[in-house]
């Protein structure tokens, strides 16, 4: 009932930025309802992990201790549409990168929950 479209991937020199976004769209009920939003990112060889999330009823962040202090998630909640500043980029970073979105089973905030919906993915390639 949810679609998410990521855009805003491309190739970089290290040390550049880029903006990711994630525009979701569909069933307005399941949309309004969304209360987690993340980023991962999956490199050939490696597994998929997690990059950031954030929980949309209050802003609370999370992120992967990799990217502290270089990325930045938010969301326009009026857009339907989930952003990743990515700055200070550097080779380990070259990945696809998906959004994600879901629903909170419960706590306090978006740890360990399983998304629902997820997106195309969007190709992120640094170069050094």
């Known amino acids: 009932q949810v679609q998410l479209v990521e855009s805003g991937g491309g190739s970089v020199q290290a040390g550049g930025s880029l903006r990711l976004s994630c525009a979701a769209s569909?069933?307005?009920?399941?949309?309004?309802?969304?209360?987690?939003m993340g980023w991962f990112r999956q490199a050939p060889g490696k597994e998929r992990e997690g990059v950031a999330r954030?929980?949309?009823?209050?802003?609370?962040?999370y992120y992967a201790d990799s990217v502290k202090g270089r990325f930045t998630i938010s969301r326009d909640n009026a857009k339907n549409t989930l952003y990743l500043q990515m700055n200070s980029l550097k080779p380990a970073d070259t990945a696809m990168y998906y959004c994600?979105?879901?629903?909170?089973?419960?706590?306090?905030?978006?740890?360990?929950?399983?998304?629902?919906?997820w997106g195309q993915g969007t190709q992120v390639t640094v170069s050094s």
């Open positions: 994600a979105a879901g629903y909170r089973s419960g706590g306090g905030d978006c740890s360990g929950i399983e998304y629902s919906y």
């Open positions: 569909g069933v307005t009920y399941y949309i309004d309802y969304i209360d987690c």
């Open positions: 954030i929980y949309t009823g209050n802003g609370n962040t």
